[in-house]
Every structure is written in structure tokens, then in C-alpha cells.
């Protein structure tokens, strides 16, 4: 097939260069989009009196059909077009005729890959923010059933204090609410048009950017034309956004995947999510937790590959650009599919062992704060109270004892101010229902969370 500035070569391209140029491979993803940008831009072009209704009505005709007959199978953009912009504008030629050398009047490659690739960022963003929502409400219902579920929090990956399982829950649920509010503000970024900057420099042919902007669902246009068609900030923030959910997913992978072993059986997978092993009978592995986890640093590598894509190159359009699209086509489908296969673990991938829950916070020292809090209440000063305490916890860990096996004497040893109340502030519930401090795992706060999360995800 002829180039496009065929007349401009006196011979052809080697065929291999050919092959490297190409991104007809991968852009063929935005043809939608891409007869799209090209609907609006040819009403434009009538609406300019650049084009006359009837070349208007002939070019949105062909590009119709050319939808329809993608959309149905019966056409699929290939080689060896070079990309999907020449690709359509080949098959319309091809389909109408002369008229159609006449869409690419007043525009440019440049300003039409921004323009496509925008669009089919906004639409991915907005799936996106629903999978999200969906994945928070599988959060919420795990929480509402688990609030007085008790479970060791950690620091340094030491017992710390013990936690109300939804509490624990429930953070996922704020990091997913950023995310959310990240998304929210990379789409206003993307939702503006570059259309009508052309090559770089705008266009002396009569066109109206805002015109095409409003056909295209876009909330503003570029100010300056050269910004318009180097602009890839967009594309940064994008993957930037999705590196951060995908870090939330991988977290949480990996608590589902300490808390299924053996060693710490705080729970299990069920059969649904689960995959065995070729070898050992025994095994029930956590391969979709391990598989999200392993898929984060493809979506980090994404991140930097765009961030040196953007480095040092001159305004304005330069082809290092066209390598923006496979890490962003990537990126949405790696974290999509992520938040699904997170949501359906949630759902139904994931039981809680709640007797070894409840006996693990039994039997461990994560109550000794409370038992300093215990002095503090009786006008103790913190930091005598924290001594007095380290001594009791440094006494029993000799003896093999827990703070609870010791009697109201030997604790009096320590300081006079224990008294048999003491008991109950060691129990584990009453631990955690006493941390009342507002966004505390007191079972009381919990109950308030839970019940503005409702009222956010309206359920
Ligand atoms: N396939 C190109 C890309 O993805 C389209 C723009 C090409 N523009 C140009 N001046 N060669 O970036």
C-alpha cells in the first residue's frame, strides 16, 4: 500500500523499519475512539462550512459503517497500516472514495492520538472507579459481619494490639477511597481536548476546537497548541494512581497470604479460590493473592517506564511518544482485572478461623499498654506506669506466664495501685472496646464507621 507521503520518498521503507514504525499492533485498541475523533471532527468541519453537508454526510456515513462493520467482525484493522489513525483513513478512502482524502483537513496525527487516547482513558477510568466501589462494598460486608471478630494488629510485624477485625477491614477501605479521589482528579486532566492543535502550532484551516471539544464530552480545550500534543502529564498520573492501588491490593494479598499459612491460620481459602499443587496432596495454594502481588511490579515498571519516556525529550510531538500506549493499555487491564479477582477473594475466597483468632489474642502480651493505661487511670504518671509494666511483662516472660495468670498479689508487688479490676481490662474484648478515641477500634467507633460507609456507598 501507498504511503500517505509516498510522493514525497523516492524509495520505499525497509520493510523490517517498516515492521518497527508500526503501532497498528497495539493503538488498533482505540479505533472506537478513534472514528470517534473523527465524527466530531468532520461535523466540525461542516459546521465551519470547510466541508459541504453532503462530503459531511458521506464521511460519517463511511465511518459509521466502518464501526459496524468492526463491531460485527467483519473488519479488523491490520497491517499494514501503520497505526490506527492512517488505518481508517485508508478503509474510508477506500469506501467513499475522494471525499474521504478530505477528513484529515485542519488536523494532524498528533493532535488525533491525544485526542483518541483521552477518550479511551476517561471510559477506562470510569470502569475503573466502579470496580473499585464494588471491590469497598465486599470490604464493607466482611466488616459488618466481623466487628466484634477480634484479631492481633501488628507493628514492625511484632503482636502489638489487638484489633476488631472490621477496624482492620475498614482501612482498606479508606486507601480504596483515595484511590478513588485520585482517579477523580487525574480524569478532570484528561477530560481536555487537544483536538485542533494539529501538527503543533494550530491551523490556519477554519476549525472550532470547542465545537469538536463539546461532540466529544470534554469539559475544556488546551490553551496552547504546542502543550496540547506533548502533553503526557496525563498519562503519568494515570498509571501513578493505578501504582497506588495496586500497592493496596498487594498489601492486603500479602495478609491473606501470612494469615492462610499454617503458622498463622487466622483463616482459610475456600475451594473457590484456591489452586492445588501438581506434587504435594497436601497443599491448597494462594495463588490469586500471589498473582496480584506479582502483578504490582509490572504496574510500577509502567510508571517508569513512562516517567523516562517523558524525560528530555523537546517539545513538541516526538515518536517516543507512540510508547505511551502499551504500558497504559496494560496498566488498566492489569489493575481491573486485580480489583475483580480481589473482590470475588473478599466475597468468596476467604473464611475466617475465628476460634484460633480469638485464642491468639488470649495468649500474647498485647494487652500491656492497657494494663499501663490501668495505672495511668489511677493518677500514675505514664511513664512510671510504662516502667512498672515492663518489669510485670519481663517477670512473666520468665516464667512462661501471661499477664493474666498472675495473681492480685504479685501484681501489687509491682505497684499498690492494682486492685482485682484489673482482670477485666485485660480481657481482649474489653481491650479493644475501651479504645473509644474517634477513628479508634473501639466496637462503638467501629459501628459509627461502618454506618457512614453506608451511607457513602449508599447501601
Ligand atoms: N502512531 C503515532 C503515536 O502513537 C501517532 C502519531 C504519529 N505522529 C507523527 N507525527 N508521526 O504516537
Not at 525497509?14 to 514504525?21: A, C, G, S, V
Not at 465486599?138 to 466487628?147: D, E, M, P, V
Amino acid at each position: 500500500m501507498a504511503k500517505v507521503w509516498s510522493k514525497r520518498f523516492d524509495n520505499s521503507l525497509n520493510p523490517f523499519i517498516e515492521k518497527f514504525n508500526a503501532s497498528i499492533g497495539f493503538d488498533k485498541k482505540l479505533i472506537l475512539e478513534d472514528i470517534e475523533c473523527s465524527i466530531a471532527h468532520a461535523k466540525m468541519l461542516g459546521k465551519t462550512q470547510v466541508l459541504s453537508s453532503s462530503e459531511v454526510s458521506q464521511i460519517i456515513n463511511g465511518l459509521e459503517t466502518i464501526k459496524d462493520e468492526y463491531l460485527e467482525g467483519k473488519f479488523s484493522p491490520n497491517p499494514p497500516s501503520e497505526d490506527i489513525h492512517y488505518c481508517i483513513e485508508e478503509k474510508l478512502i477506500s469506501l467513499i472514495g475522494e471525499t474521504g482524502k478530505k477528513l484529515h483537513t485542519g488536523r494532524s496525527r498528533n493532535d488525533q492520538v491525544g485526542t483518541d487516547l483521552r477518550l479511551w482513558l476517561r471510559k477506562e477510568i470510569d470502569i475503573i472507579e466502579s470496580l473499585i466501589i464494588d471491590l469497598q462494598i465486599s470490604f464493607l460486608n466482611l466488616a459488618k459481619s466481623n466487628i466484634y471478630t477480634l484479631i492481633p494488629g501488628y507493628t514492625h510485624m511484632q503482636r502489638a494490639q489487638p484489633l476488631s477485625l472490621a477496624h482492620h477491614l475498614l482501612a482498606y477501605l479508606e486507601m480504596l477511597q483515595r484511590d478513588r479521589e485520585r482517579f477523580k482528579e487525574v480524569r478532570k486532566r484528561v477530560n481536555v481536548s487537544p483536538l485542533g492543535a494539529a501538527a503543533l502550532a494550530g491551523t490556519k484551516i477554519k476549525i472550532d476546537r470547542n465545537f469538536t471539544a463539546k461532540e466529544l464530552g470534554f469539559e475544556k480545550i488546551y490553551k496552547n497548541s504546542i502543550d496540547a500534543v506533548s502533553d503526557r502529564d496525563f498519562c503519568i498520573e494515570f498509571v501513578s494512581a493505578s501504582a497506588l492501588v495496586m500497592s493496596h491490593l498487594s498489601k492486603i494479598s500479602e495478609e491473606i497470604i501470612l494469615w492462610v499459612t499454617d503458622e498463622f491460620s487466622f483463616a482459610k481459602l475456600t475451594d473457590k479460590c484456591a489452586t492445588g499443587s501438581s506434587l504435594m496432596p497436601q497443599k491448597k495454594n494462594p495463588d490469586v493473592p500471589e498473582l496480584i502481588r506479582g502483578k504490582t511490579g509490572r504496574v510500577y515498571g509502567h510508571l517508569q517506564a513512562l516517567l523516562t519516556m517523558v524525560k528530555g525529550v523537546p517539545l513538541a510531538y516526538n515518536k517516543d511518544f507512540q510508547e505511551d500506549k502499551e504500558p497504559i493499555f496494560d496498566t488498566a487491564e492489569t489493575i481491573s482485572s486485580c480489583i475483580k479477582a480481589m473482590t470475588i477473594l473478599i466475597n468468596e475466597g476467604i473464611e475466617f478461623n475465628i476460634k484460633n483468632l480469638a485464642a491468639s489474642v488470649e495468649n500474647d502480651f498485647s494487652n500491656a499498654t492497657d494494663l499501663a493505661d490501668y495505672l495511668v487511670g489511677k493518677h500514675v504518671p505514664f511513664r512510671t506506669a510504662y516502667q512498672v509494666v515492663g518489669e510485670i511483662v519481663k517477670y512473666c516472660s520468665e516464667r512462661k506466664l501471661l499477664l493474666r495468670n498472675l495473681k492480685i498479689d504479685e501484681f501489687k508487688k509491682f505497684h499498690s495501685g492494682f486492685d482485682q479490676d484489673v482482670f477485666a481490662e485485660l480481657e481482649p474484648l474489653n481491650v479493644v472496646k475501651s479504645r473509644i478515641s474517634e477513628g479508634g477500634t473501639g466496637f462503638t467507633q467501629v459501628e459509627k464507621e461502618i454506618k457512614n460507609w453506608q451511607k457513602k456507598l449508599l447501601i
